[in-house]
């Protein structure tokens, strides 16, 4: 059996050192898993559950790396949407328009919360779990579900409800109304009751805005007009509205994070929709953080938790998926230690060069 000589390994064991470290940066900042064909992810928690509706308009539970198709519950839950899920794995959701459910994916029990009217749309949960939405009698309003009942909380005085109201862990509630006509919409934040504490979030020059999320410090992102063009995504914090500008045309923001990671679509030239995350004041396109070649064009970002984990919809090799994105860990600089196991081997090197033409 052949041994290495001393010089040889020195050497190879300098440069496995050193290739190896310096090799080690990934030039993707996400991994990306295809949750399947048809698929559309709603909502995603901070344990990584995602809830949303499947290609036969069934309730899905993605857990632990397995998707579930929930069924329709006897006929119960048929072309369902409007789907929020909050940390303790609460699901809020809306089948046929018409009535609203809580599933809870720790005991499989399903509630019906009783709604008599013509219809509703709920679309989010907290960890209380406090439920927002919106129904139709004669006009679209908002409401709160909690503890079994459904409180109308009106339109922050205006005609009628345009957009679902979202809430948050801080008990605050966003969304957006407008007038009869709908050619002036607004958007506010206030009290979970709709009537204190109410800001007007305001608009980037135009007559319209969008509320589309919001975080538990009251951060709110959405859409909004300005003087001229197509609608911005933007992000309301402490008390103003600041354009996040686009990487194209029209954009929107439809989600934040407590971290202040923001995600939505842009519109390219030809009006085709791309995801995007914005986060350190600059917007990037979210198919080009993923490994070159991947196959994928993601479309929609719809939702991403506090552990930045991104949940959409998209094309894969033309077909459309959804998609769980996950943040690589960012890459280490080189370490000292590393760099002093390459240079210290390759220093006993010299060394011995040294001793040996002394001797």
Do not use: C
């Amino acid at each position: 059996m052949r041994t290495l000589s001393f010089r040889a390994f020195v050497v190879a064991s300098a440069l496995i050192a050193l290739v190896a470290v310096t090799t080690s940066p990934v030039n993707a900042a996400y991994t990306i898993i295809d949750l399947g064909a048809g698929i559309t992810p709603s909502s995603i928690n901070n344990a990584g559950q995602i809830a949303g509706y499947n290609g036969t308009g069934n309730l899905f539970l993605y857990d632990n790396g397995t998707l579930r198709n929930l069924g329709d519950f006897g006929g119960v839950l048929t072309n369902v949407y409007g789907i929020s899920i909050n940390n303790n794995g609460l699901i809020a959701v809306t089948a046929n328009s018409k009535k609203g459910y809580v599933y809870d994916s720790r005991t499989g029990n399903l509630q019906d919360m009783g709604f008599t009217g013509t219809s509703m749309n709920t679309y989010s949960i907290n960890d209380a779990g406090q439920i927002a939405g919106s129904y139709f009698n004669t006009q679209m309003r908002n409401f709160i579900y909690q503890n079994g009942v459904m409180t109308d909380i009106g339109n922050w005085g205006q005609a009628r409800a345009y957009s679902y109201p979202l809430l948050n862990n801080a008990g605050k509630i966003a969304g957006t109304g407008s007038n009869a006509s709908g050619d002036i919409v607004k958007s506010y934040i206030s009290d979970i009751d709709g009537k204190t504490n109410v800001s007007i979030l305001g608009d980037l020059g135009g007559s319209r805005s969008y509320v589309r999320g919001m975080n538990d410090l009251g951060d709110v992102v959405g859409q909004s007009s300005p003087i001229s063009g197509s609608d911005h995504a933007f992000l309301y914090t402490a008390g103003s509205m600041k354009d996040l500008g686009s990487l194209g045309g029209l954009s929107s923001a439809y989600d934040i994070n407590n971290k202040g990671q923001i995600i939505g679509f842009y519109e390219d030239a030809n009006r085709v929709r791309h995801s995007f995350i914005y986060e350190n004041g600059a917007m990037s396109d979210l198919t080009s953080l993923l490994p070159a070649g991947s196959g994928w064009d993601l479309s929609y970002a719809m939702a991403l938790n506090d552990q930045g984990q991104i949940i959409g919809y998209g094309k894969l090799n033309g077909v459309t998926h959804g998609y769980l994105l996950s943040p690589v860990t960012a890459p280490v600089p080189i370490p000292a230690a590393a760099w002093l196991l390459g240079s210290g081997l390759i220093g006993l090197l010299g060394a011995r060069r040294r001793m040996r033409k002394e001797a």
